[in-house]
């Protein structure tokens, strides 16, 4: 079948099977091809509407008229940058294959909430299985990008 | 009826796809089509056909319905919730935070990881023919029902009755979930365990899920789950309605009496290994030792 969507702001048609993971069609796009196939690696995250995905979790017929958004999607946005720069004061940077799941786990939880409590932390950080990064790091990450934001958004108000 | 689907190009290392693939925009139009064709695939989310092998899939024509409105719809009264079959298990854990049973929250949670729960539904995971999901023993456990529609007809089913005892679903030719109905009541005690890994179906799992509601006597509501496999359940019944009424804490013989009818049933000693059979057994001593 024939899908249109939206991928970091251009329009863009693919032929696809309908029940094959979006991952399949995407990976050639962003690059980004292994992946574990069940959603726990986190390394084919992407944003469908605004909220986190995994790709290969996604059947490819979701993508018809969605908005996609993957990391290099996300430049020139406050909150990824905020994110970024309090993943680059812990050190969760380093994990270039998690990354773009991190990123938005923290993304979809500070968009709700820029004072996240601990529960919310909790239930994302839970299922986080990559190595490279503890529970704890991604956490306080989240913590400090949210407490920089809900600053800046504070300042921008006044 | 918007039909997109079409027979796609193959690609390496996958089979031909569907047949076709049909995108309702109403619930209407699903219906009628179930109507002519009540041998369709139904998908909620698709996140978990996506962790089938290909060969389940190919060759059937699949009916989408992420995209019917009617079905995403959550309305609250003062008794229960009824959730749209196709609303994602992510955005219940949001919305339904201030009113949900925490029992039915942290059941939802056990759907998967925040990505797919942003995708999965809870329609999706109830209807699922081939395995029992521990979300859908835990919402059994606190009564919940289904909604089962089909053109011109509708109906409410327990989740008790909702599958026979070899966990077939009892769903008839053209009818589709279509809302789940969670009753609002709190359940002061609770506990879900899971061991192993539910997906994909088959492999060893087992599920503990307790609920309980206390009141100034001692216990009101008491139910416990057991489910082994996603495949064979066992339920309590009447250590359960023997429960009712006793205060708390319970007597070391009152929990000897109620372990014991659960390593009486069948499935028990049949179905469980030696692991098992403890975790289960040492899993319903500390919830019961919890009742206070």
Redesign the interface.
């Known amino acids: ?2 899908v249109e969507f939206w991928f970091n702001g251009q329009r863009r048609s693919l ?7 979006a991952q ?1 069609y995407l990976g050639e796009i962003h690059g980004r091809r292994g992946t574990c ?4 690696c ?1 390394q084919c ?1 992407i944003l ?1 509407g605004g ?4 790709a ?4 490819a ?2 993508l ?1 008229g969605a908005e996609i958004v993957d990391l290099d999607g996300m430049h020139g946005d406050t909150l990824h940058h905020d994110i970024m720069r309090a993943f680059d004061k812990i050190g969760i940077s380093r994990c270039r294959a998690a990354l773009p ?1 991190l990123v ?2 923290a993304y ?1 939880l500070l968009s ?1 909430n820029p004072l996240p409590g601990d529960e919310d932390l909790h ?2 950080s839970r ?1 986080l299985t990559t190595r490279c990064v503890s529970r704890e790091e991604f956490e306080r990450a989240v913590r400090l990008a949210g407490r920089v934001h809900k600053r800046k958004l504070h300042e921008q108000s006044r | 009826m918007s039909n997109r689907g079409d027979r796609g190009k193959p690609v390496a290392g996958h089979g031909p796809g569907p047949d076709e693939l049909i995108v309702p925009g109403s619930l209407g139009e699903a219906l009628q089509l179930l109507r002519h064709h009540s041998d369709i695939g139904i998908w909620g989310g698709g996140t978990w056909w996506l962790q089938q092998s290909p060969e389940v899939r190919t060759g059937r024509r699949i009916l989408a319905l992420h995209a019917v409105r009617e079905l995403r719809r959550v309305v609250r009264t003062g008794h229960h919730v009824e959730i749209g079959a196709t609303v994602p298990a992510g955005r219940l854990l949001g919305a339904g935070r201030r009113f949900l049973p925490a029992v039915a929250l942290d059941a939802i949670r056990r759907v998967g990881p925040p990505p797919v729960r942003n995708v999965a539904t809870l329609g999706g995971a109830v209807a699922i023919p081939e395995t029992i999901l521990p979300v859908t023993a835990a919402l059994q456990l606190i009564d919940t029902s289904v909604e089962l529609r089909r053109q011109g007809n509708s109906r409410w089913v327990s989740m008790g009755q909702f599958r026979d005892p070899s966990g077939t679903l009892r769903i008839a030719p053209g009818e589709v979930v279509t809302r789940l109905r969670i009753p609002l009541r709190t359940w002061t005690h609770w506990m879900i365990h899971t061991y192993g890994a539910p997906y994909p179906a088959g492999r060893p799992s087992l599920t503990l899920v307790g609920a309980a509601s206390m009141d100034k006597t001692g216990i009101d509501e008491f139910r416990f789950a057991l489910l082994v496999d996603g495949r064979r359940q066992i339920r309590l019944r009447e250590a359960e309605t023997d429960l009712v009424g006793r205060a708390v804490p319970l007597t070391e013989r009152d929990r000897r009496t109620i372990i014991a009818s659960l390593e009486d049933n069948p499935i028990f000693g049949s179905d469980l290994d030696d692991l098992g059979r403890w975790r289960a057994s040492n899993g319903l001593r500390n919830f019961l030792l919890r009742l206070e």
């Not at chain 1, 196939?37 to 726990?40: I, K, L, T």
């Open positions: 079948m024939q032929s696809v099977i309908p029940d094959v993971p399949e196939g069940d959603g726990s986190l995250a469908l909220r986190v995905v995994t290969c979790s996604l059947p017929y979701r018809d799941g938005f786990l979809q709700d239930e994302f299922h």
